[in-house]
């Protein structure tokens, strides 16, 4: 006979108590930022340019998670250029950055011809600025996010992301 009659009620119900904080925890984690850090021209040649678009990704929260997997479309000036997937895993710390390097191929007309009408003259730009933006969805992998996808945009302009990453 037992001692405490009540014990295996109130084990049952700490437990399904900690189980609920566990799967509410999701819940409470703030999304990460997403933010286009820098462009660098890789190769143009025939009918093939490639260039090395870095992300910056913040995470604001006080458990570290993963990248596995990223998809993303790329356009200019409102025209698409690119679309790709990377499986490049990448580790986020806690409250901190990390660049994720991704890798764009496009076709050299539809780069060549979306900066060309940045430049056309009486264009809404005045020849300051390239539109660049990045649409994307992420796959995290981390204890607290579970698996989890979150979709991500960032815009700015392309002439004042060339050239080396920044610092983050």
């Known amino acids: ?3 405490y009659p009540a014990l295996p009620a109130l084990r ?10 566990c799967f509410s925890c999701g819940k409470l ?16 040649k025939n009918l093939e340019a490639v260039f ?14 993963n990248i596995k997997h990223i998809e993303y479309d ?6 698409h250029i690119a679309s790709a997937v990377s499986d490049e895993k ?8 990390a660049l994720v390097p991704l890798e764009v191929h496009s076709n050299s007309f539809d780069l060549i011809s979306a ?27 981390g204890i607290f996010y579970g698996t989890n996808t979150i979709s991500f ?7 004042e992301k060339f050239g080396r990453p920044k610092e983050q």
């Open 52 to 65: 090395r678009l870095n992300l910056e990704v913040y995470n604001p929260n006080i458990v570290p998670f």
């Open 74 to 79: 790329v356009e200019m000036e409102g025209q």
């Open 115 to 141: 900066i060309i009408k940045a430049f056309i003259p009486g264009s809404k730009n005045g020849n300051k600025k390239i539109e660049f933006k990045i649409n994307g969805k992420i796959l995290l992998d």
């Open 29 to 44: 984690l703030k999304q990460p930022e997403v933010h286009i850090n820098s462009v660098q021209i890789k190769k143009i």
């Open 1 to 3: 006979m037992l001692k």
């Open 90 to 97: 990448v580790s986020i710390p806690i409250r901190g950055a």
């Open 153 to 159: 945009s960032s815009s700015g302009n392309l002439l």
């Open 12 to 21: 049952t119900f700490c437990l399904f108590i900690l189980l609920l904080t």
